[in-house]
């Protein structure tokens, strides 16, 4: 699995929109963008996933730019339970066995 | 979707003692996953944990300290033996019900070893 990078920390204001990037300058044609995020002292979920085109879900929208080196993951109101890490990960599934490669992640701090 | 249950939730323990980690899922899936977090830190992949065989061991683990079981497709275990201060850390288990989408992961398993 390919590697991403994303910044070490971010602040928002709650009711206010995160875009929250991810830089993944080596992605594959097959490599899929996958998000999670862990709350405190809790394990991680699932928030959203992509190939090429944007995706929103319940909880989040995904942007993935035109030639996939980079996505950003957005929440367009911030609460305060959204203050958590957030991972980037690129999973190929011709693959992969099913593991996920996390790296360091964005901290996310909520601000009332 | 599925449901994790993982036990205990948290221990504290003597150095040189052992401990299992159960990991329970409220549906059969083909493998299981076993990761570490250290503190402060993010996610490392252990193992993989296929029911029938042998668990496949990330570079830096190995089966004497980490003896895995998977006696059936809801079912797994993971030891933590020989415990010394440097095991302390979050023990999580998950599972992909369906491959390449989402992943479920446990609430973990806080171990503290003095």
């Known amino acids: 699995d390919a590697k991403t990078t994303q910044p070490n920390s971010m602040e928002s204001n709650e009711e206010e929109p995160v875009h929250l990037p991810c830089n993944h300058s080596?992605?594959?044609?097959?490599?899929?963008i996958h998000w999670y995020r862990q709350l405190p002292s809790q394990g991680p979920e699932y928030v959203i996933h992509g190939l090429t085109s944007n995706v929103n879900n319940r909880m989040a929208s995904l942007a993935i730019a035109e030639d996939r080196k980079s996505s950003t993951l957005i929440l367009h109101r911030a609460t305060l339970r959204d203050a958590a890490v957030y991972y980037c990960?690129?999973?190929?599934?011709?693959?992969?066995?099913?593991?996920?490669?996390f790296g360091k992640g964005t901290k996310l701090s909520v601000k009332p | 979707s599925a449901v994790i249950s993982q036990k205990p939730s948290r221990d504290i323990c003597q150095r040189g003692t052992s401990l299992t980690i159960q990991c329970q899922v409220d549906?059969?899936?083909?493998?299981m996953f076993w990761y570490r977090q250290q503190p402060g830190q993010s996610l490392t992949l252990i193992a993989t944990?296929?029911?029938?065989?042998?668990?496949?061991?990330e570079s830096g683990f190995v089966i004497d300290k980490f003896p895995i079981s998977r006696p059936n497709l809801t079912f797994s275990t993971l030891t933590v033996s020989n415990m010394s201060p440097e095991d302390s850390s979050i023990y999580l288990c998950?599972?992909?019900?369906?491959?390449?989408?989402?992943?479920?992961f446990g609430q973990g398993t806080r171990l503290t070893v003095v």
């Open positions: 080596t992605i594959s044609g097959t490599d899929y």
């Open positions: 990960i690129l999973r190929d599934y011709g693959g992969s066995q099913g593991n996920l490669i």
């Open positions: 944990a296929n029911q029938g065989s042998e668990a496949t061991y």
């Open positions: 998950s599972v992909e019900p369906q491959r390449g989408t989402e992943a479920f």
């Open positions: 549906s059969q899936v083909t493998m």
